[in-house]
């Protein structure tokens, strides 16, 4: 190890040069001058952009550079696509027109009908409210058997006693065996709680 640190202290006085700076002269004030005496470049001459309707209208659509696969892809579907809205919204709108075309005419034919004074078919409006009191009737009728039904069902729990013990019983029976607790001591407690 003593040769190894003897190694590493003549490296160490080897000295390394250093540079020296000497101090120079900044040409900043030079250039200024030289600034203020150079005549000043002539401006460029202001064109007008050039106006493309297809832009004006889709300026999305708007690029200087050559169109590519996607972007002429993406404009066709745009196109498509504001084609269709403009399909649909004359549908709805013909739709729209024929709607009330037909509620103006059943309105003329209401009018009709009840400036006539024409007197209601007596015989034909007491058949009708008989039937609507036969249906009623028959819904509460069917109303009533359902519930009758229902009520004489016993409630799930009690289907579950009928049923004999079920897998809950057998679980918390396992689960007493392994405690070591027997069902007579559950029933003194219950028995005791319950007093």
Wanted: hydrophobic share 30%.
């Amino acid at each position: 190890s003593s040769g190894i640190n003897a190694e590493y202290g003549a490296r160490r006085q080897i000295a390394k040069p250093t540079t020296v700076v000497e101090p120079f002269a900044l040409r900043t004030e030079i250039l200024a001058e030289c600034k203020k005496r150079a005549p000043k470049p002539p401006e460029p001459e202001k064109r007008q952009p050039r106006i493309c309707h297809f832009t004006s209208v889709y300026p999305e659509l708007a690029t200087e550079s050559r169109p590519t696969l996607a972007s002429t892809l993406r404009s066709s579907l745009t196109k498509q696509r504001l084609q269709k809205e403009k399909e649909n919204e004359e549908k709805e709108r013909e739709k729209d027109l024929v709607n009330k075309m037909r509620q103006m005419e059943l309105k003329k034919e209401m009018t009709s009908k009840l400036d006539t004074n024409t007197p209601v078919n007596s015989d034909e409006l007491q058949q009708k409210l008989e039937q609507q009191k036969r249906l009623e009737l028959e819904y509460k009728e069917q109303l009533a058997n359902i519930q009758a039904r229902v009520s004489e069902r016993p409630f799930l729990f009690e289907k579950q006693g009928l049923q004999g013990p079920g897998l809950d019983e057998r679980i918390v029976r396992g689960v007493l065996e392994r405690a070591g607790i027997s069902e007579d001591v559950i029933a003194e407690i219950l028995g005791q709680d319950m007093v």
